[in-house]
T-cell receptor, first 113, second 119 residues
Framework: KQEVTQIPAALSVPEGENLVLNCSFT??????LQWFRQDPGKGLTSLLL?????REQTSGRLNASLDKSSGRSTLYIAASQPGDSATYLC????????????FGKGTTLSVSS | GAVVSQHPSWVICKSGTSVKIECRSL??????MFWYRQFPKQSLMLMAT?????????EQGVEKDKFLINHASLTLSTLTVTSAHPEDSSFYIC???????????????FGPGTRLTVL
C-alpha cells in the first residue's frame, strides 16, 4: 500500500531564506507526483506536477525534484516571502492516470517578516 | 481552463439531517470524479470514486449508505451526507479528471472544498 510522508510537519523561517520541503513515498511505481499549496480553510492550488519520467519542474521561485527510484521528492522555495505561508501537500498518482491521488499530511510553513 | 466548482462552500446543519454537496466541472467532461475528506490538521483521504452512469466505488471504512454519491452527468457529481452527526464535520473536496474539453487528461483538478459543520 502506497504511503506518502512529509518532513518536517511544520517549519518557521525568516523572510528571504531558501528552504526545502521533503516528501517520500513507499512504492516507486508512480504515474506522477504533485505539489499543492493549501491556505487555511481553503482548497488546493496545484504548484508543480512531475511526471514519472521527469527529474524536476520549475515555476518561478519553486523547484520540485523527483527521484523515483529512491521514492523521494523535494520542493525548493527560493527567497521565501510571508505570502508563502501555507500548508504544502505532496501527492502521488499511483500507476495510472485515472486513479485517485494519495496525499501526505503536509508541511505547514510560516515565513516571518 | 479546467475549473471545478463546489456548492455550497460551507454549510451548517443539525444532527440527523441530510446535506447535499455538488461538484461540477465547468469547462470539461469527466467520467470519473473523486471525493476526499480532510479532518483538521490531517491530510486528504479518499472516500470514494464517482463513475458517471454507474455505482460509486467506496474506500474501506466509508459507509456507502451514509455517503450517497450520484454521478448522473459528465459534469456533475453529488455527495449526500445522510443523517449527519457531529463526527461527520469535515472539509470535503472533490476532484475531476478531464476526458474531454479543457485541461489535461493526465491531471486531476480540484474543487475549492465544502466545509461541513454538524451541530
Amino acid at each position: 500500500k502506497q504511503e506518502v510522508t512529509q518532513i518536517p510537519a511544520a517549519l518557521s523561517v525568516p523572510e528571504g531564506e531558501n528552504l526545502v520541503l521533503n516528501c517520500s513515498f513507499t512504492d516507486s511505481a508512480i504515474y506522477n507526483l504533485q505539489w499543492f499549496r493549501q491556505d487555511p480553510g481553503k482548497g488546493l492550488t496545484s504548484l508543480l506536477l512531475i511526471q514519472s519520467s521527469q527529474r524536476e519542474q520549475t515555476s518561478g521561485r519553486l523547484n520540485a525534484s523527483l527521484d523515483k527510484s529512491s521514492g523521494r521528492s523535494t520542493l525548493y522555495i527560493a527567497a521565501s516571502q510571508p505570502g508563502d505561508s501555507a500548508t504544502y501537500l505532496c501527492a502521488v498518482t499511483p500507476n495510472q492516470a485515472g486513479t485517485a491521488l494519495i496525499f501526505g499530511k503536509g508541511t505547514t510553513l510560516s515565513v516571518s517578516s | 481552463g479546467a475549473v471545478v466548482s463546489q456548492h455550497p462552500s460551507w454549510v451548517i446543519c443539525k444532527s440527523g439531517t441530510s446535506v447535499k454537496i455538488e461538484c461540477r466541472s465547468l469547462d470539461f467532461q469527466a467520467t470519473t470524479m473523486f471525493w476526499y475528506r480532510q479532518f483538521p490538521k490531517q491530510s486528504l483521504m479518499l472516500m470514494a470514486t464517482s463513475n458517471e452512469g454507474s455505482k460509486a466505488t467506496y474506500e474501506q471504512g466509508v459507509e456507502k449508505d451514509k455517503f450517497l454519491i450520484n454521478h448522473a452527468s459528465l459534469t456533475l457529481s453529488t455527495l449526500t451526507v445522510t443523517s449527519a452527526h457531529p463526527e461527520d464535520s469535515s472539509f470535503y473536496i472533490c476532484s475531476a479528471r478531464p476526458t474531454g474539453g479543457a485541461g489535461r487528461t493526465d491531471t486531476q483538478y480540484f474543487g475549492p472544498g465544502t466545509r461541513l459543520t454538524v451541530l
